[in-house]
C-alpha cells in the first residue's frame, strides 16, 4: 500500500523567521544548548560518581546472574509495591 506525500520545500526567502544571511535565533539557542548539554555529560562521565554507579552497574549484573531467581522475585515484589503506591483511588 504506497501512497504519494507532498513535500514541500521552502527556500530561505519563503522561511517566515529567516532573514538573509542570518539562521534563525532558534536554531542558535539548540546549538547552544546541545554544547552545554555535551560538556555537562562530558565532565559527569569524568567524575567519581559515574565511577560508582558503573561499579554498582556491574555489581548487580553479577548478582542478577548468579542469583535469577532471586533477582525476579525481587523486581515482582517493587513492582507490585510501586502499583500500590502509584494506583489512582476513586
Known amino acids: 500500500m504506497e501512497q504519494d506525500v ?7 526567502q519563503d522561511a517566515p523567521s529567516a532573514k538573509t544571511g542570518e ?4 536554531a542558535d539557542q539548540l546549538k547552544e544548548i546541545g554544547q552545554s ?3 555537562v555529560v562530558s565532565s559527569f562521565r569524568e567524575s567519581e560518581s559515574f ?7 556491574e555489581q548487580t549484573k553479577e548478582y542478577i546472574r548468579k542469583n535469577p531467581a532471586r533477582a ?4 515482582l ?7 500500590l503506591f502509584l494506583r489512582k483511588k476513586h
Do not use: D, N
Open 6 to 12: 507532498p513535500v514541500i520545500i521552502h527556500g530561505e
Open 23 to 26: 539562521e534563525p535565533v532558534i
Open 37 to 39: 548539554l555535551s560538556e
Open 51 to 57: 565511577e560508582q554507579l558503573e561499579k554498582i552497574y
Open 72 to 75: 525476579m522475585v525481587y523486581s
Open 77 to 83: 515484589g517493587a513492582g507490585a509495591v510501586l502499583g
